[in-house]
């Protein structure tokens, strides 16, 4: 068209093709599961709450709620953490509640551990109590749920009594 070769033609032909699949890896990555890091030189204060997969390289004092959380070598930890699975690699001081927990070789762990599943490697030091529990958190139950409240049906919309 205007004077334009057949190929020159194909070659706009094919860039617009590629542009049109270009939303489809979008969408793709997008539907891949969200994983988070905090780096070495970050140190962190505070709650932690996440859906997908969580590793610390840095510090954090707080609680971490995660599906999966690993705590790498030269990481420090303290406080709470739930997860569905943890591995820790790094120094976590405090309570772990996990279905699965593993200690690398390089863990140092002062604390109790409530698990469904526990191994630990050689040369990690683990100070404290192990419970295993069945059900030690669900999946669903991750993050908290705002109190229900119940409905007295006597009572005005705007708080007066």
Do not use: C, W, Y
């Amino acid at each position: 068209m205007f004077g334009k070769s057949p190929s020159e033609t194909a070659e706009n032909h094919q860039d617009s093709t590629s542009v049109q699949k270009m939303p489809r890896r979008a969408v793709a990555a997008s539907a891949a599961p969200e994983v988070s890091s905090i780096s070495s030189g970050l140190s962190i204060v505070g709650k932690i709450v996440g859906h997908g997969a969580l590793t610390i390289f840095g510090q954090v004092e707080g609680e971490v709620r995660a599906s999966t959380v690993v705590i790498a070598e030269g990481a420090q930890m303290e406080g709470d953490i739930v997860a569905e699975e943890l591995t820790i690699g790094g120094h976590v001081k405090g309570s772990i509640h996990a279905n699965r927990v593993k200690l690398n070789s390089t863990a140092v762990v002062e604390g109790d551990i409530f698990h469904r599943t526990l191994a630990i490697e050689e040369n990690a030091r683990f100070e404290g109590m192990s419970r295993r529990e069945e059900n030690t958190i669900d999946t669903p139950s991750l993050l908290p749920h705002p109190p229900v409240l119940p409905i007295d049906g006597n009572r005005k919309g705007n708080g007066a009594s």
